[in-house]
C-alpha cells in the first residue's frame, strides 16, 4: 500500500485512559476530557503534523514558498471495556471506525489522579482486554464471511473449499493475537497466501494491523521503565500527556524528555515499515511523501501525479545527509551530489526526488 502524504491511525483504549488527552494533544483539538469514563460518545477525528525537522532544513536551502509536512490522520473512538462485544459500556460499535486505518494504537494507563473503571490499574489486564474484545469483533465479522463462503461451497463454486480453509487460518491467528498480541499465519501454498491477503484487506480485520502501545501515566519519570517491564515488550511509549499538554516540545526536552509527537512518528514509521521522501525545487513548494519502505521511483513517480508515471524517463535522486551541506541547489549539482537513476531504484528514507517525464 502507497499512503501518499498522510498514513491513518486509529486509538483504542480503555475508558478514562487519555486517550483523548492525548488526541487533543497531538492534533491541538479541543475534545471533550473528564475525570470519568465514557467522554468520549462516537469519534474524534484530527490531524497531526508528522515531526520531520528533515524539510524544514531543505525549505530553508532550496529558500521554499510552500513546506508540506506529512501528516497523521488519528480517530479516537470510544472506550473499550470487558464484555463491550457483548454490548457493555459503549460496546464495540464504533471499531468500525478503525478498520479502514493504517495502523493501531492501543493507549494504557497507570494513572493515580484519575479512578479506573476496574478499580485499579493493571496494564497486563488492560491489555488483555483490548486485544480480547477487538478479537471478539474481528471473529464476528470473519464468521460472517465463513457462512457466506459455506454457501458457496455448497452450490460447487469454484475456490470456496480453498478459501474456507483459509478463513480457518486466519480464525486461528485472531485467537492467537488474543491469547499473545501476535498474529500470525504460515502458508506452505502461493496461492493461499494471495487468498489471505485478500480476505484480510477485504473483511479489514484491526488484529492484523501493525500496532503499538502507549502507556499514559503520572508516575514520575524515574518509574517509567518499571511500566515498561511489567508488560515486557518493547513497542511501547511512556508519557504524561497531561504534562506535556501545558508545555511547549522544547521545554519538554529540557526536562529530558522526548516529546510525544516525536516519538509517534518514529514508532508509526518503524511499525508500519515507512520511508519519507521529498520532492520540491528551489523557490517552489517542498512537499513531504509517506511510503511503504521498499517501493521502487516508478511506483513513487505515480504517487506523485499519474502522469509522471506514465511518461516516466528517469530521475535525479538526492540524499538528504549530503544534501543539507549545501548552501544551494546549484552547490548540490555542482558536487555532484544528485544521481541520475532508473524506474527500478529503490526509495529510501530521506531521499530527495526529482522525476523526468514526458507529456
Not at 489522579?113 to 464476528?140: A, N, Q, T
Not at 513497542?235 to 522526548?258: M, N, P, R, W, Y
Request: glycine letters at 6%; proline letters at 3%.
Amino acid at each position: 500500500m502507497l499512503y501518499g502524504e498522510k498514513i491513518k491511525v486509529g486509538f483504542i483504549g480503555i475508558p478514562s485512559s487519555g486517550k483523548t488527552t492525548i488526541f487533543n494533544l497531538l492534533c491541538k483539538a479541543s475534545a471533550e476530557v473528564a475525570p470519568y469514563p465514557f467522554t468520549t460518545k462516537s469519534k474524534n477525528q484530527g490531524i497531526m503534523v508528522m515531526y520531520e525537522p528533515r524539510v524544514e532544513v531543505l525549505g530553508k536551502i532550496l529558500k521554499s514558498s510552500e513546506i508540506k509536512y506529512p501528516a497523521v490522520e488519528i480517530i479516537d473512538v470510544a472506550g473499550l471495556i470487558k464484555g463491550a462485544h457483548e454490548g457493555l459500556g459503549l460496546g464495540n460499535e464504533f471499531l468500525s471506525y478503525i478498520r479502514p486505518l493504517d495502523v493501531v494504537v492501543y493507549v494504557l494507563r497507570f494513572l493515580k489522579s484519575v479512578p479506573h473503571v476496574e478499580g485499579k490499574d493493571d496494564l497486563k489486564r488492560d491489555f488483555d482486554v483490548l486485544r480480547y474484545e477487538v478479537s471478539m469483533s474481528d471473529l464476528e465479522v470473519l464468521s460472517r464471511r465463513e457462512e457466506k463462503i459455506k454457501k458457496l461451497a455448497s452450490a460447487g463454486q469454484k475456490d470456496a473449499q480453498e478459501i474456507s480453509y483459509v478463513l480457518e487460518k486466519i480464525k486461528k491467528a485472531i485467537e492467537q493475537f488474543a491469547e499473545k498480541g501476535e498474529f500470525k499465519i504460515d502458508f506452505e501454498k502461493e496461492k493461499e497466501k494471495k487468498i489471505a491477503e485478500e480476505e484480510i484487506k477485504s473483511l479489514q480485520l484491526i488484529t492484523a494491523k501493525p500496532y503499538f502501545i502507549i502507556i499514559n501515566t503520572d508516575l514520575g519519570k524515574d518509574r517509567w521503565d518499571n511500566l515498561k517491564k511489567e508488560l515486557g515488550r518493547d513497542d511501547v511509549i511512556i508519557c504524561d500527556a497531561i504534562s506535556e499538554f501545558d508545555l511547549t516540545e522544547d521545554e519538554i526536552q529540557e526536562f529530558g524528555i522526548t516529546p510525544l509527537r516525536q516519538l509517534i512518528t518514529e514508532f508509526i514509521k518503524k511499525t508500519a515499515n515507512l520511508v519519507i521522501f521529498f520532492t520540491g525545487f528551489e523557490g517552489k513548494e517542498i512537499r513531504s511523501w509517506i511510503a511503504k519502505k521498499g517501493i521502487n521511483i516508478f511506483e513513487a513517480a505515480g504517487m506523485i501525479h499519474s502522469d509522471m508515471q506514465k511518461g516516466f524517463i528517469s530521475a535525479e535522486v538526492a540524499k538528504f545527509e549530503e544534501y543539507k551541506n549545501c548552501l544551494s541547489d546549484e552547490e548540490a549539482y555542482k558536487k555532484g551530489i544528485f544521481k541520475t537513476v532508473g524506474k527500478d531504484y529503490i526509495i529510501e528514507d530521506g531521499d530527495i526526488i526529482r522525476i523526468k517525464f514526458k507529456v
